[in-house]
């Protein structure tokens, strides 16, 4: 079974503190993904990686920056954390062979309060 | 741009009965993929089911059934004999192409689903 897996599942962080959200994916998987979750605004995408030190801005990019120094790592990094950073993060990665009905697999989620 | 809509925030259904989560979706394209994700409260994104646009049968996967209605750009998702494990969050979810040819999803804004005893 492929397994995604992220760092921390609650995380607890101050204002201004630099934090970095870890994923990892053991299936070899050439894409990765960082999504946000809030109540009533469902799953936005913040960045992606298409393959090893590549990556291309998501639907709300600002705030955050991301690291994929090997593929099987995706990290997630926000320079300045803001209470309006509170949310769910979620990550997920996914096969590019196999067409585009490949589906995505997801990790369990960090939950981050920013206080 | 593509949004994809989910109008029931939250819905409940007796255990054994049918319940229906409805998704509609705007898009310009032609050739696209849909999809329905379940989050139950580990918080763990399930895949539930699939459909390729250009196919005209609804997609099935034992008691998960879409009703994917192209014109009217609608993908409802059908559960029939409700389980209490059905009890979370459903995302609908459409499939677009970026300019890197890297696929990726847009979500719905979910539907809290609640199986009763």
């Known amino acids: 079974d492929v397994k995604v897996t992220q760092s921390s599942r609650y995380l607890v962080k101050r204002t201004g503190e630099k934090v970095f959200l870890e994923c990892v994916q053991d299936m070899d998987h050439e894409n990765m993904f960082w999504y946000r979750q809030d109540p009533g605004l469902g799953l936005r995408l913040i960045y992606f990686s298409y393959d090893v030190k590549m990556k291309e801005k998501g639907d709300i990019p600002e705030g955050y920056s991301v690291s994929r120094e090997k593929k099987e790592r995706f990290s997630l990094i926000l320079e300045s954390a803001s209470t309006n950073q509170t949310s769910m993060y979620l990550c997920?990665?996914?096969?590019?062979?196999?067409?585009?009905?490949?589906?995505?697999?997801f990790g369990q989620g960090t939950r981050l309060t920013v206080v | 741009a593509q949004t994809v809509t989910q109008s029931q925030p939250e819905m409940s259904v007796q255990e054994a009965e049918t319940v229906t989560l409805s998704c509609t979706y705007d898009?310009?394209?032609?050739?696209?993929?849909l999809f329905w994700y379940k989050q139950p409260p580990s918080r763990q994104m399930i895949l539930v089911i699939r459909q390729e646009a250009y196919k005209q049968q609804n997609a099935t996967e034992n008691r998960f059934s879409v009703n994917f209605q192209k014109a009217a750009k609608s993908f409802s998702l059908k559960i029939s004999d409700s389980q209490l494990g059905d009890t979370a969050m459903y995302f609908c979810a459409f499939m677009k192409g970026s300019t890197s040819g890297t696929y990726k999803y847009i979500f719905g804004t979910g539907t809290r689903l609640k199986v009763l005893a």
């Open positions: 997920a990665s996914r096969q590019t062979g196999g067409g585009v009905t490949t589906e995505a697999f």
């Open positions: 898009t310009s394209e032609n050739n696209y993929y």
